[in-house]
């Protein structure tokens, strides 16, 4: 007897969730649909089924797993959506439906890096008021701008995948629309044309990122960086191979 198909909702928005609704789309037994936050004007989607925007709430995530008749769960969101993160395991938990997180390796600091860690980015911000900084690299997004909005002696650089509407938010002075990955020559040629002086950015782990790392290293540039927020219990992969192995071994 052929085994019923297995229905499972992806929490994307990250490469890593791409990657694995790319290689789940042709599994036998196995439907993917993979869910987007709609934070980009133009996301780069994934193959197979797509639906995109907020649930509404851990209440909302509830009513459409049982509506769409979802078997299991894998949230692949980025390592920083800490609301979709909790409200899953909330859900996942009050329905007993499986759930798995698949979060990518945090960066670890190496010889010649200066990191100064920050548990959020208020204590980025206070960080910043209490340094001698002057041209900083927000590299922290567009949606996390308000902690630093009293910094407005220094000039801040954001990057942003889509353009921003003037007028800019304050502090910001400048606003560079790029999305990754990014190289390590376009990183260290951006460093140095803005004259910056430290970088601040979230531990988003993978390589897409992280050439800027490698550039502030190399230009012995501090970096402050924002200490990756807590999972919840459960059971958790750090690759796409495990996430493939434990969907094609749902029961
Ligand atoms: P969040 O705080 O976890 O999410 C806030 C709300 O957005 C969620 O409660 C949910 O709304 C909706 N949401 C988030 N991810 C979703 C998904 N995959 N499918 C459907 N709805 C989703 O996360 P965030 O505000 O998106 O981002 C938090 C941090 O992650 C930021 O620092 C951001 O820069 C970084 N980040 C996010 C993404 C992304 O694609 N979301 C990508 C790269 C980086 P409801 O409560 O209405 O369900």
């Not at 509506?67 to 800490?82: E, L, Q, R």
């Not at 945090?106 to 208020?122: C, F, M, P, R, V």
């Not at 909005?149 to 801040?156: D, E, N, P, S, Y």
């Not at 889509?162 to 999305?179: H, K, S, Y």
């Given at each position: 007897?052929?085994?019923?198909?297995?229905?499972?909702?992806?929490l994307g928005g990250t490469g890593e969730a791409r990657?694995?609704?790319?290689?789940?789309?042709?599994?036998?037994?196995?439907?993917?649909?993979?869910s987007l936050a709609?934070r980009t004007?133009?996301p780069h989607?994934?193959?197979?089924?797509?639906?995109?925007?907020?649930?509404?709430?851990?209440?909302?995530?509830?009513?459409?797993?049982?509506?769409?008749?979802?078997?299991?769960?894998?949230d692949a969101t980025h390592p920083y959506a800490t609301g979709m993160t909790?409200?899953a395991?909330?859900?996942?938990?009050?329905?007993?439906?499986?759930?798995?997180l698949l979060r990518r390796?945090a960066?670890?600091?190496?010889?010649?890096?200066?990191?100064?860690?920050?548990?959020?980015?208020?204590?980025?911000?206070?960080?910043?008021?209490?340094?001698?900084?002057?041209?900083?690299?927000?590299s922290t997004g567009?949606q996390e701008?308000?902690?630093?909005?009293?910094?407005?002696?220094?000039?801040?650089?954001?990057?942003?995948v889509?353009?921003?509407?003037?007028?800019?938010?304050?502090?910001?002075?400048?606003?560079?629309?790029?999305?990754g990955?990014?190289?390590?020559?376009?990183?260290?040629?951006?460093?140095?044309?803005?004259?910056?002086?430290?970088?601040?950015t979230k531990n988003s782990g993978g390589?897409a990122t992280?050439?800027?790392?490698?550039?502030?290293?190399?230009?012995?540039?501090?970096?402050?960086?924002i200490?990756r927020p807590?999972t919840?219990?459960?059971?958790?992969?750090?690759?796409?191979?495990?996430?493939?192995?434990?969907?094609?071994?749902?029961?």
């Amino acid at each position: 007897m052929t085994q019923p198909e297995r229905r499972i909702l992806l929490l994307g928005g990250t490469g890593e969730a791409r990657d694995l609704a790319d290689r789940l789309k042709d599994a036998v037994g196995i439907a993917v649909i993979t869910s987007l936050a709609g934070r980009t004007a133009t996301p780069h989607l994934p193959r197979g089924e797509v639906r995109i925007g907020g649930f509404g709430g851990m209440e909302g995530l509830s009513a459409y797993l049982k509506k769409a008749a979802i078997d299991a769960v894998i949230d692949a969101t980025h390592p920083y959506a800490t609301g979709m993160t909790r409200n899953a395991a909330e859900a996942c938990n009050a329905l007993a439906v499986p759930r798995l997180l698949l979060r990518r390796p945090a960066w670890q600091a190496q010889s010649g890096d200066n990191w100064i860690k920050a548990a959020s980015l208020e204590e980025a911000a206070s960080e910043i008021s209490r340094g001698p900084w002057q041209r900083i690299f927000l590299s922290t997004g567009r949606q996390e701008i308000t902690p630093f909005a009293g910094l407005t002696g220094r000039w801040f650089l954001l990057r942003t995948v889509d353009p921003l509407a003037p007028p800019l938010p304050a502090p910001i002075r400048t606003v560079e629309v790029g999305r990754g990955p990014f190289d390590l020559a376009a990183e260290t040629l951006l460093l140095k044309t803005w004259g910056i002086d430290l970088l601040v950015t979230k531990n988003s782990g993978g390589t897409a990122t992280y050439a800027k790392i490698a550039a502030a290293r190399a230009q012995k540039l501090p970096v402050i960086m924002i200490t990756r927020p807590q999972t919840p219990e459960g059971k958790n992969v750090s690759s796409v191979a495990e996430a493939v192995r434990w969907a094609l071994e749902l029961p």
